[in-house]
């Protein structure tokens, strides 16, 4: 004898109609969908905090390879400004 709380009323499974059943199969369903759900969102958290942690590492490798930007010479003057 199978029991089921339904809004705050305990019910014995056996003696509800199958409309009731399927609805309660329905909710099963959707609630282990929904923790399978939020678990696949952790583990790609997760990952993502990884991921970025080796950008991090990368991008100081990078900047470490790196020479000064060339192109930071002071630009010629204007035409206008020759005399």
């Not at 939020?38 to 970025?52: E, I, N, P, Y």
């Not at 991090?56 to 490798?61: G, L, R, S």
Request: a negative charge.
């Amino acid at each position: 004898m199978a029991l089921v709380k339904i809004n705050g009323v305990t019910y014995e499974l056996d003696a509800l109609n199958e409309e009731v059943k399927t609805h309660l199969k329905y909710l099963s369903y959707i609630d282990s969908e929904i923790e399978r759900l939020k678990m696949q969102l952790g583990t790609f958290h997760l990952s993502r905090d990884q991921v970025g942690r080796l950008l991090d590492i990368a991008m100081a490798n990078y900047a470490i390879q790196q020479t000064p930007f060339e192109n930071t010479a002071t630009p010629a003057p204007d035409a206008d400004t020759q005399a």
